[in-house]
């Protein structure tokens, strides 16, 4: 979208991994189309992007430097649209939020349950010969761990990074149009309530699976797949960010 000349703006939708990133990029993306912004895989055909904006949910990873400069013809072009992010808000994502040129969200649920998502996500990946970061969590304890070393200190980052929208993954399962409504009011644009709903509703479920490899998993898992020892060193080891997130303990 280009109005009157002026530069688009870059929204950058960071997340907790296994926690529902997917999900908000892709609401994101649909939404900021409903008003006549982007789509974020265009504008990475039209310019080249692929290097830079990777799989199919458009993973930017670090925002430095060299990112930018890639990103800056079709930001300059007038093209607002939005990429994905698990990582920290570089210097300069810090410098650009400030300015008003990025404009920054942040999704995370309880982290109990992304640990169990995260070792059950690990068991397939291993039984499929993949060697990654998931791949290595063998034990629902080395979850706990990549949690506390991995995860939480990308959501403290971006706790503490001013005008970034915080949203819970509970809070989108719950009530998805009224997250939109904040979400677009953060983001400055003025989408339908009709088209919340439409959102909301072609973006859940498991059609919604298919099309964009979201998925879809029931909060509380931990109370199911965690052990009680699993479940207390978890508590013990992350609690004072379970507590910050506003969930019971």
């Not at 959501?155 to 939109?180: F, H, K």
């Amino acid at each position: 979208m280009n109005v009157n000349g002026t530069a688009g703006t870059l929204v950058l939708s960071a997340s907790m991994e296994s926690a529902g990133s997917g999900w908000l990029f892709n609401l994101t993306n649909e939404m900021l189309k409903s008003v006549g912004c982007s789509d974020v895989r265009e504008v990475r055909e039209q310019y080249g992007l692929d290097d830079v904006l990777q799989w199919d949910n458009c993973n930017v990873g670090f925002l430095d430097e060299a990112s930018w400069d890639r990103l800056q013809p079709a930001i300059a072009d007038g093209h607002t649209f939005v990429v994905k992010s698990h990582r920290k808000p570089t210097a300069l994502a810090r410098r650009l939020c400030a300015e008003g040129r990025v404009k920054a969200t942040y999704i995370h649920r309880d982290p109990r349950d992304v640990v169990v998502s995260a070792y059950q996500r690990g068991k397939l990946r291993r039984a499929n010969g993949h060697r990654d970061s998931f791949a290595r969590l063998r034990t629902m304890d080395m979850a706990t761990m990549w949690m506390r070393s991995r995860q939480i200190p990308v959501y403290d980052a971006w706790r503490s990074q001013p005008n970034t929208m915080i949203v819970r993954y509970e809070d989108l399962s719950d009530d998805g149009v009224e997250v939109l409504r904040l979400l677009a009011q953060h983001l400055n644009v003025d989408p339908t309530d009709a088209d919340l709903q439409r959102l909301v509703s072609d973006y859940t479920g498991e059609s919604a699976r298919e099309r964009t490899g979201t998925h879809f998993i029931r909060g509380g898992r931990r109370r199911d797949e965690m052990t009680s020892g699993q479940l207390w060193r978890c508590n013990r080891i992350c609690g004072a960010t379970i507590s910050r997130m506003g969930y019971e303990p």
